[in-house]
């Protein structure tokens, strides 16, 4: 079976340093469970849950934050990037 995944490429950004491209493979939802707070008054036990972006870079797959991503295949104008 042959599986095709449409795909984006992509600059991710790790630090005002360091930019790397890489390909998009899409978004995902990240969540885990968290327990009660031991301290009288503290937060309920629950869930905690965001957005993450699959990115592969040099054939590794990495979760970034999706405020990380740029799409170098969208047309710029002057006012976005103000």
Do not use: W
């Not at 930019?19 to 869930?47: D, E, P, W």
């Amino acid at each position: 079976m042959k599986i095709e995944l449409e795909t984006r490429p992509c600059l991710v950004t790790f630090s005002s340093t360091k930019q790397v491209k890489g390909t998009f493979m899409g978004l995902f939802q990240y969540s885990y469970t968290h327990g009660a707070s031991a301290t009288i008054g503290g937060f309920q036990a629950g869930t905690i849950a965001y957005p993450i972006a699959v990115v592969e870079f040099n054939g590794k797959m990495l979760e970034v934050r999706v405020s990380q991503i740029e799409f170098l295949d969208v047309a710029k104008d002057d006012e976005a990037k103000g």
